[in-house]
């Protein structure tokens, strides 16, 4: 058997409402899906899926992360990320003309991210 591809991509929170803001506010997203204080679903337009969840039962947190958000303005944004709380780590290429770059962050949970702009 194939993979078909993937259906969403999750990351965990502590505080679901904090995160929630954070993404929300940064990416301006709206939830399309939404489960208690559980989880969270984002539609995002090419059609893929990004959610927040939160295990009301775990006892100990680890941060996770992975994604890679495809942006138009990934410097601004990378500047945004620390005014909602989060942290600029740093920027991968070189932003120059015709050459595509991300800055990587972490949310205020401390899941890595990153911002992708394309050529």
């Known amino acids: 058997m194939k993979t078909r591809g993937f259906d969403f991509v999750i990351i965990q929170t502590r505080d ?12 301006d997203l709206s939830a399309s899906v939404e489960y208690q204080d559980f989880y969270v ?8 899926t990004f959610a927040i969840g939160r295990d009301p039962s775990a006892t100990e947190f680890t941060p996770t992360g992975g994604i890679v958000f495809g942006v138009d ?3 601004a944004l990378g500047k945004r ?3 909602l709380g989060g ?8 932003g120059e003309p015709g050459a595509c770059f991300s800055e990587w962050c972490l949310d205020p949970d401390g ?9």
């Open 16 to 27: 679901m409402k904090r995160l929630r803001a954070f993404y929300e506010e940064l990416l």
């Open 41 to 48: 679903e984002y539609e995002l337009p090419d059609g893929n």
């Open 73 to 75: 303005e990934a410097e």
């Open 81 to 83: 990320v620390v005014e």
């Open 87 to 94: 942290s600029y780590v740093k920027r991968f290429g070189t």
């Open 111 to 119: 899941n890595v991210f990153g911002l992708h702009q394309r050529t």
